[in-house]
C-alpha cells in the first residue's frame, strides 16, 4: 500500500469534475471555519506550553561569574534537594537497614540434645566387641532415622574408625562433632543467603546485634559440601574419608535457625526514606545568599531559583495574578499565530487556502513549542530546541519564505519560554542558516551542506553570546555541544520525515520530482515503446513548460515532470491518437467510428493515466495535471465532423473535456505547451512570425474561452509565456541542409 493512502480523507481534496470546480472540496465557509479552530487550537495549546516566568527581579546568573551586587532573603525560604539528591540520601538511608532476622533458639537446642542421644546410642554400639556387620546391624535396629540417611559407605566408615579407636578417642569423637554443631548454631544457620544478596545492605540485625551476612552460615552451602571446610582441620578426623562420613552425619542435624523478617525490614526502611528531609538549606528574611564580588556556583544558582519559584508560586496562589498571566501568555501566542496567519494571506495565498498545508504549519509549531517547554521544566539545554528542523521542513515542503517566517515565529516563542533574548536570537539566525542551506535543495546529499553549515553556526553564535555575558571560556563547550548535536541530527531527522510528511498532506517536493523524472523509470519507459509519438510529444512539451515556468517564476521542475505524464492514459490505446498513428501505416481507426465514439475513446485518456498514476503511486500534484492540462476544451476535430454528419442537432457540450479547468500557473501552462505543441506540427512554414502568430492566436483562444480564469496567470505572465515559446519551437523546428542525394532524389521526382 502506498503511504499516500493512509492520510486521512479530508486532507485529500478531491478532484473537480466539472466547469468552474474547485480542485479543493473545501468551500470558503469551511475553510474559514477550519482557520479560526485551527488558531484558537494553536493559541491554546502555545499558552499551555509557556511555563511559568523568572520574576524580574531576580537576576539569572551563571556559575563562575562575578557577582554585581548582593543578594539577600525577601522572605523565609528553603532550598529543595533535587530529585537526583533526594533519590541518592534516600537509597543511602536505605541501605543503613540491616536486615532483620529472627533466631528460633528451640532449634539448636532441638538439634544438639538429638545428637547428644544419637551418639549417646551409637558409641556403646561400636565399643561391643563382635563383627562390624553385626554393628552395623544393631545400629540400624537402635538409630533407623539416622543410620538409614547415612550412605553405606559413611555408615562402614564409621564404624571402622570408631570400633578400633580406644575409648578415650570415641569420647573425643563425639565432642568434636558436637563442638563443630554448636559452632555453626551459635552464630546462625539461614535456609539461603541469596535474599541477602540483593539486599541494600549486607549487614543483618540479629536480636540487637548487627553484624555482617557473610559469617552466617547457609543450610544449602553446609550440605552442599561447605561444612567439610569446618571438619576438616580436626586431627582427630584426619583421613578424608572419615571427613565425608562426619559432614554426612553432621548433616543430619543442620536445620536453620534464623528467619527473615521480610515485613519489618521493609517497614524499617520506608521509614528511614520517609525521614529523609526535603530541604537542602533555610534562609531566613534577611539572610545573605550572596556577597557582592562573590565568584558564583552551583549552590547560589540553586538558592536563586529556588527563590524564584517561590516568588512565582505566591503569585500563582492569587488568583487573579493567575488569570492575568494565562491572559499574557495567550496574547503573546495570539500575536504571533496573527501575524504569521497575515503573511500567509498576503503572501502565501496558495498555502493559506489549503487546510492540509495549515495543518501542517500547526503541527511543526506546536510540537516545536512542546519541546522547547519540556526542556524548560526539566531544565535541559535551550539549545536543543529543534527549531532548524521545523525551519527546514517548512521551506522544503512549502516554500523559503513561509520556512523563514515559521522559524522567526518560533525563536521568538521559544525566546519567550525561556526568557532570554539570546536564546531567541540563536535560534532565530541558525533557523535562518538552515532555510538558506535548503532553499534550492533537489537531491538528498545536498543536507550534507546543511550539516556542516549548522553546527558552525551553532557554534559561533552561542560562543559569540556567552562571551557577551561573561561566561567563562572553560564553561563554553557544555553550552556548545547541544547545538552541534541539534546541528548535525535536524538534517538528518528531515531526511527521514520527508517521505512521511510529504504522504500525509500530499505535498511535493522537487527531490520526489527529481526521482520521478527519471526516464528509465517504469512508466515513461512503457510509455516510450507503446507510445512513441506521446512520448515525443512529452519531451518537447517539457522544454517549453520549463522556459515558460521559469519565465514567469512558477515551479518549472514540476512543470518539466507534469510534462512526462500528463498522457500516459495514452499508452493504453496508442493507435487512436494521431501523433502514434505513423508506426502503423498512417490508418486512421477513427475513420471507421461514429464522432461521438471517437469522442469518448480520446476522453477517455484522461480517467486512463489517472486510474495510471493512482496504481503508481504517483504524487497529487502530478495527478491534478493530468485532467487539467485538457480543461474544458473542445474536441475541435470531432466535434465538426458531427456537425457535418448530424446537422444542426449536435451540442458542444458533448465534446468538451469533464475538466477542471487549471487551478495552477504549471496547469495553465501545461495547457498551453500541450495546444502550442500539437498546433507547430502543423505549420508549414516555420519561421519566427508565423510560429509567433501560432502562439499568440492558440493563448488568446484558451483566454478568450475562459479556460484560464481559474489559475492565476496575468496577462503579463502571458506575454511571458509567450516570448518563452517562441525559441524553444523554433529549436525544435529548424529545418536542416539537404543531403546530395536528397536533391537528385528530388530532381528525379521532378522529371518523372
Known sequence: MNLRQLAPSWLSPTRGKGPGQTAESWSYSTIGIFRLFLAVTVIALLTYFSPYQRPHNIPQLRIETTALESIRAPFLFHVPKSSSELSQERLEVEASIPTVLTRMKPVARTQLARFDSVFSIMAPAIRVQMADSLKQRHLQRALPLVVGSLSVEALNTLVAVLSTASEPYVDDFGVVCRQILSTFYTTGIIASKRPLTAAPTPEVRIEQRTLDSALLYSEQSLKQGAMMNYIAPYRIIADRDAVEAVHELLTIFIQPDLRIEVEETAHLRNEARSGVASIKRL?????????????????????????????????????????????????????????????????????????????????????????????KTNEIDVFLVPTPLAAMLATILLSPQTGLVLSFSLALFIGHIFGNFYVALICALTAAIAVYTVRHVRHRNQFYRSMIFLPLSYTLLITSADILQFVPLESIYSHVLPGIFIGIAAPILVIGLLPIFESIFNITTDITLLELSDLNRPLLRELAIRAPGTYTHSLIMANLSESAAEAIGANALLARVGCYYHDIGKMLKPEYFSENQGLRGGRNPHDQLTPNMSMLIISSHVKDGLELAEEHGLPKALCDLIPQHHGTTVIEYFYNRAVELGG?????????????????????????????????????????????????????????????????????????????????????????????????????????
Open 283 to 375: 534562609y531566613a528574611q534577611d539572610d545573605t545568599i550572596i556577597e557582592k564580588n562573590d565568584t558564583i556556583t552551583q549552590d547560589h544558582i540553586e538558592a536563586l531559583d529556588a527563590l524564584a519559584e517561590r516568588v512565582a508560586q505566591q503569585e500563582a496562589e492569587n488568583p487573579i495574578k493567575r488569570l492575568l498571566q494565562i491572559i499574557s501568555s495567550a496574547t503573546i501566542a495570539a500575536f504571533l499565530v496573527f501575524i504569521f496567519g497575515y503573511y500567509l494571506a498576503t503572501r502565501e495565498r496558495g498555502i493559506f487556502d489549503k487546510p492540509s498545508q495549515l495543518l501542517l504549519l500547526a503541527l511543526l509549531t506546536v510540537s516545536t513549542a512542546a519541546i522547547g517547554s519540556y526542556l
Open 648 to 752: 444542426g442537432g449536435v451540442r458542444k457540450e458533448d465534446f468538451r473535456y469533464d475538466g477542471p479547468r487549471p487551478q495552477t500557473r504549471e496547469a495553465g501552462i501545461l495547457m498551453l505547451s500541450d495546444s502550442v505543441e500539437s498546433a507547430a506540427r502543423t505549420l508549414a512554414e516555420r519561421t519566427p512570425n508565423r510560429v509567433r502568430q501560432l502562439v499568440g492566436n492558440i493563448i488568446q483562444q484558451k483566454f478568450t474561452a475562459g479556460e484560464l480564469d481559474e489559475c492565476a496567470l496575468t496577462l503579463q505572465d502571458l506575454h511571458k509565456i509567450e516570448d518563452s515559446f517562441i525559441p524553444v519551437l523554433m529549436g525544435t523546428l529548424h529545418g536542416r541542409v539537404e543531403y546530395p542525394w536528397q536533391k537528385r532524389g528530388q530532381q528525379a521526382r521532378r522529371a518523372s
